[in-house]
């Protein structure tokens, strides 16, 4: 049972590059999420999926993408990377209303 | 706005020590509030979940009340392995599972 799991754990990207944060659970939730964690600004909600074959905008959606793929797989795709997307990511998932089961996080740089 | 406020920012302790971490809220009908602890280069891990005021929980050293307006994590004679970044996060109406996240309290335990 390993938890969530993403790929890759560490990336640098030149600005303009495209990429895909790969996030997959194990534990049948319904519910999935993206978060980005920055120095003084504390875990802020990118996206998330409430159930297979939804999604909706967080807090900072700009700049991302996402897809649903299946009840176990929630990607998260920067189409044209900024410096500004330098962080570190966290994809998490639960059932409605219950607590959030977090990933070991992807490391980003965008130079 | 919901909003999540902890402190302090950092918290240096003796072992042995004990002290509080607080996290006051604002949210519009609370429907959980979520205690992690995040240890350096890793995902948040789950502590514990508070419904109503007056709810309490335990673990080990660590103790978690609720209030109207605020929590507290009590720890209790910490241990240097009780070093980590403690997270506060409250989960408001409705059925998207969105938790907004507090800073953090940084705490620091020497032998």
């Known amino acids: 049972n390993a938890g969530v799991t993403q790929t890759p754990k560490f990336q640098v990207l030149k600005t303009g590059q495209s990429m895909t944060l790969q996030c997959a659970q194990d534990m049948n939730h319904n519910s999935m999420y993206w978060y980005r964690q920055d120095p003084g600004m504390g875990l802020r909600l990118i996206y998330y999926?409430?159930?297979?074959?939804?999604?909706d905008k967080g807090e900072v959606p700009n700049g991302y993408n996402v897809s649903r793929l299946n009840k176990r797989e929630f990607s998260l795709r920067l189409e044209s990377a900024a410096p500004s997307q330098t962080s570190v990511y966290f994809c998490a998932s639960s059932d409605i209303g219950t607590e959030q089961y977090f990933g070991p996080g992807t490391r980003l740089t965008v130079t | 706005e919901d909003q999540v406020t902890q402190s302090p920012e950092a918290l240096r302790l003796q072992e042995g020590e004990s002290s509080s971490l607080n996290c006051s809220y604002t949210?519009?009908?609370?429907?959980?509030l979520f205690w992690y602890r995040q240890d350096p280069g890793k995902g948040p891990e789950f502590l514990f979940t508070l419904y109503s005021a007056g709810e309490e929980k335990e673990k080990e050293r660590l103790k978690a009340t609720l209030t109207k307006k605020e929590s507290f994590l009590h720890i209790t004679a910490p241990k240097p392995e009780d070093s980590a970044t403690y997270l506060c996060?409250?989960?408001?109406?409705?059925?998207?599972?969105?938790?907004?996240f507090g800073q953090g309290t940084t705490l620091q335990v020497k032998p």
């Open positions: 999926s409430a159930s297979e074959g939804t999604t």
């Open positions: 996060a409250v989960q408001g109406p409705g059925n998207t599972g969105k938790l907004i």
């Open positions: 949210v519009s009908g609370l429907r959980g």
